[in-house]
Nanobody, 130 residues
Framework: QVQLVESGGGLVQDGDSLRLSCVAS???????MGWFRRAPMKDREFVSA????????YYRDSVKGRFTISRDNAKNTVYLQMSSLKPEDTGVYYC????????????????????????WGQGTQVTVSS
């Protein structure tokens, strides 16, 4: 099992940047990692995901070109660099992980579906004011 702790959220202005970090309690080498968010009064939604090696990354359309996901397996950490933030990016951001050998998916990929993810952090609040 792995425990995940997010950090880096905060209150920023429209157009600002933030970098979220997610530190795992153990090795994430065999885990696909993802970021999800939940805006007020809305369902949780996929934001970005990254394969175990970092070779494949995925983004929801609304953040493409603005957000960048990366990982440092040696540090057991995943990052989400967010630029050109908009008020609609406001929400609680959650880091999530699933063991790549526990599914039938191609292990070189990462799922964009929350149902695949077994481990979740507590979330970090991101608020973008206009």
């Amino acid at each position: 099992q792995v425990q995940l702790v997010e950090s880096g959220g905060g209150l920023v202005q429209d157009g600002d940047s933030l970098r979220l970090s997610c530190v795992a309690s153990g090795s994430i080498t065999n885990y696909a990692m993802g970021w999800f968010r939940r805006a007020p009064m809305k369902d949780r939604e996929f934001v970005s995901a990254i394969s175990w090696s970092g070779s494949n990354t995925y983004y929801r359309d609304s953040v493409k070109g603005r957000f960048t996901i990366s990982r440092d397996n040696a540090k057991n950490t995943v990052y989400l660099q967010m630029s050109s933030l908009k008020p609609e990016d406001t929400g609680v951001y959650y880091c999530a992980a699933y063991w790549i050998h526990g599914t039938t998916r191609d292990i070189s990929t990462a799922s964009t579906s929350a149902e695949y993810y077994d481990y979740w952090g507590q979330g970090t609040q991101v608020t973008v004011s206009s």
